[in-house]
């Protein structure tokens, strides 16, 4: 069963490619999720009955998957573990396989010293290989040869035997005969020889030259890349041109450094380029961690926007993250500077948020470039800013307020733009532990909720009117709220929307004992997508604390506990505790409306809220849900 989980998986792994070659990136991105959820099925069978081959063929698959999707860094870490089972089990094949991929997979990101030891172990283990194979063939044939030798020299003696009367002259003919025909079978098996090893010589010598074709693809798709947004590179590559595009909420930085061409005209060239390109260089950086896009750069000053190419909804607060952490490296950069005697930069960073048109300039040494009276905002919020400070607008102010701390500067007079409303960024709220801001800004939380939404939709029984997945997405819905209302730092909120996400899966395979079920897909599914066991395990605590009666350790737990019954004292209670009924009676609980009605005044009267929100919230609805019913 696992095997056929797998070839389905491996079979919409090569439909998502048909897909991505015609263009249509986000049908490849949906059968590349499909093919990912079949071979999770697969893992999980091949799992329960400790199928290494089969283990080993699904790894190779998600590398596969993942190498198509462009996430290079889950396809080289399936590769190693397609290396380390193919290790184990002493297979070869896999082996040679496994060392190809990496190679081509740190080529791709640019590790070159990487890349090629995976180059010379790939062609140590290919020749191994070879080696093997021609040993295994030489024995077989001297095997055969050795048999027909037998063979003939029985049938000469036998010959010998009846012949002894014949003439010599017919004993020399037959003798000249023998020889003749060995001569020719030497003459054959030279000819064969000869054409097997200039056949050998000209596939490896098309390998070779294919390779360099990939390799130099490969590059001017990277070049590609470093100028342009790749759906942007797509669809020049697919149609010669991009259209520009409207964009309804885009976030726009500029940084510009103080004072910077009265230092400049005290430096040599080459110095001022080298300390641009330092500081440019580590702005690039920041920015792709976050997820921003670099737009450009005009002589000092540096341009990027978040929520673009592709639309999303946390774009304001990624950028501010990346004036806070571009504010970091210039101070501890200054204080380098001064240590040494040199003049210091001091930078000014202003950003705002509004829409945007963005496209392609010209037709030659293409640039990718934003316009629109929010790029000219942006602007004047850095240079009405000062040195030192991130310069918000105010409709940047109103999508961050609530996880950075800002200080009011009223109203401020900007070149050509009359007053503005402005705000000072003062740092976060609060901080996720360290080290983790960096896993969180590359974890791809969007395709894990995409992924398990559509798990349960497909999955669950029809039988089920309340755990749904719509329950699923209200229990995220108001987990999400519950957050922000306790000022729950990113890392933690990203767990509690992972528990939320998982916390009724369980029901896909049983309706008993569901919580523990949810833990186990969640085990299973999680590491896939870059969670460690200490998250895991921290999701798993809260899903738990769910059963009834519900039992939170701790806040985060008693932030989900909440979130999944939070309808209890909206004014929805109704249909969706109707929806309830339905469920508890399609399993065969057949309730009357007295006894509907008792279990609702007992849940109701026993039940209490954790949180501090929840309770302001909620407690009072629920209070007026359980009067109405008792005075029934």
Not at 34 to 61: F, H, Q
Not at 187 to 200: G, I, M
Not at 545 to 558: G, H, M, V
């Amino acid at each position: 069963m696992a095997e056929v989980y797998h070839n389905l998986g491996v079979s919409l792994k090569d439909q998502g490619k048909f897909w991505e070659d015609a263009g249509n990136l986000e049908k490849a991105r949906q059968v590349w999720q499909e093919a990912l959820s079949y071979l999770d099925t697969a893992l999980m069978i091949s799992d329960t009955l400790l199928n290494r081959k089969v283990i080993l063929e699904i790894s190779e698959g998600y590398g596969d998957v993942y190498r198509q999707m462009g996430n290079y860094s889950k396809a080289i870490s399936y590769a190693n573990r397609t290396l380390s089972l193919a290790r184990e089990i002493g297979d070869l094949k896999f082996i040679q396989e496994a060392y190809e991929d990496l190679y081509k997979l740190h080529y791709a990101v640019r590790n070159y010293e990487m890349a090629f030891a995976y180059v010379d172990s790939f062609e140590i283990k290919k020749a191994d290989r070879y080696n093997e194979d021609r040993v295994r063939e030489n024995a077989r044939r001297e095997v055969v040869y050795g048999d027909r030798t037998k063979q003939y020299t029985i049938e000469l003696q036998e010959k010998e035997n009846k012949l002894k009367t014949a003439q010599l002259r017919q004993t020399t003919i037959t003798l000249y005969s023998m020889v003749g025909g060995s001569v020719g079978l030497v003459l054959l098996a030279f000819l064969l020889y000869n054409r097997y090893r200039l056949k050998t010589r000209a596939n490896r010598e098309l390998a070779e030259k294919n390779q360099i074709i990939e390799m130099e693809r490969e590059r001017s798709d990277s070049l590609l890349l470093n100028i342009l947004p790749e759906a942007t590179a797509q669809e020049l590559k697919l149609y010669g041109k991009a259209e520009a595009r409207r964009y309804e909420s885009v976030t726009v930085l500029f940084t510009d450094f103080k004072s910077f061409t009265q230092i400049a005209e005290k430096m040599a060239p080459e110095d001022l380029v080298a300390e641009l390109d330092e500081c440019f260089r580590e702005f690039d950086r920041i920015t792709e961690k976050h997820g921003v896009e670099k737009i450009k750069t005009i002589g000092d000053a540096y341009m990027c926007a978040g929520g673009l190419p592709l639309p999303n909804e946390t774009h304001p607060v990624d950028v501010v993250w990346v004036a806070l952490e571009m504010l970091a490296f210039m101070e501890s950069y200054a204080a380098k500077r001064q240590a040494r005697g040199l003049p210091i930069y001091e930078i000014r960073i202003g950003i705002h948020t509004g829409p945007v048109v963005a496209g392609i300039v010209g037709s030659r040494k293409f640039a990718y470039d934003i316009w629109g009276d929010t790029v000219n905002l942006a602007s004047r919020m850095e240079s009405s800013g000062q040195p030192g400070k991130v310069n918000i607008s105010s409709s940047t102010f109103e999508q961050v307020k609530g996880q950075f701390r800002c200080i009011p500067r009223g109203k401020v007079e900007a070149k050509n733009k009359g007053e503005q409303e402005m705000f000072f960024v003062d740092g976060p709220l609060y901080k996720a532990p360290d080290g983790k801001m960096k896993w969180i800004s590359k974890l791809n939380w969007t395709d894990l909720q995409s992924f398990m939404l559509k798990k349960l939709k497909k999955e669950l029984s029809p039988q089920l009117s309340y755990h749904t997945p719509a329950h699923t997405e209200d229990v995220l819905r108001a987990t999400r709220d519950l957050c922000r209302l306790e000022q729950i730092d990113p890392y933690h909120t990203l767990l509690l929307e992972t528990a939320a996400l998982f916390h009724d899966t369980g029901f896909v395979a049983t309706n008993k004992d569901h919580e523990a079920q949810s833990c186990a897909l969640a085990r299973a599914i999680l590491p896939g997508y870059g969670f460690d066991n200490e998250a895991i395990e921290k999701i798993c605590g809260m899903i738990m604390a769910t059963r009834i009666p519900q039992s939170p350790a701790n806040p985060l737990e008693s932030i989900l506990c909440d979130a999944d019954l939070d309808y209890l004292g909206r004014e929805d209670y109704e249909p969706i505790a109707q929806s309830l009924r339905r469920e508890w009676e399609a399993s065969g609980n057949k309730l009357s409306d007295e006894q509907w009605k008792a279990l609702q005044v007992d849940f109701l009267s026993k039940h209490h809220y954790f949180t501090r929100s929840s309770i302001q919230l909620r407690e009072e609805g629920k209070a007026r849900r359980l009067m109405r019913l008792q005075e029934q």
